[in-house]
């Protein structure tokens, strides 16, 4: 439970830091996620061999479209709850956490939805970081990666990592390596529509 107020007061002051002293980062934040994914893949090459890898492939496989099945579920039942047109909750939805690409995705078609479809994302992967931790006490910890999304493969790894195990990590990284390959097409794909 240290660990989540560590995370949350990090979060905390890095906030309030950017708010007040505004740095200018530029694209140091690009290079600091190349830099964790190639350590995360050093670290998986070096504990993992094919049997392991052949024995997590199913679950991994099988996963990220379940994921993607409940983010578009979850997206069509909130439009239909706040009683906005449909394919925006589908593509709010279809964005998996991927906040980043999601939100300018959207935006395109719609500024407000793409500053929804910002946040929306953003708060999945913030709400990942939070309660993972805690979700892993009551469901499976290779289940659990679903909350994630396409976020997996990267920026919440380290916490499924630290809380799952190195091999809910491997399931991890490829249920977000595929999310992350079908995000881009699916989003602007349900836009069109």
Known sequence: MRFLYLVLASLTIGTLVGHFLSPDFGNAYELMLYILIFLIGMDLGLNFNAKELRKVGGKAL???FLTLTGSILGGLLASLILGIEPRWGLAIGAGCGWYSLTGPLIAQYSAVYGAVGFLGNL???ILTILFYPIAIGRIDPERA???GGATT????LP???KFGG???ALVAFVHGFILTAIVPFLVPLILSL
Do not use: A, H, K, Q
């Open 62 to 64: 099988v996963l990220p």
């Open 123 to 125: 708060m999945r992967e």
């Open 145 to 147: 990666v679903v909350m």
């Open 153 to 156: 493969m990267d920026t919440t």
């Open 159 to 161: 916490i499924i990592t």
């Open 166 to 168: 190195r091999e809910v």
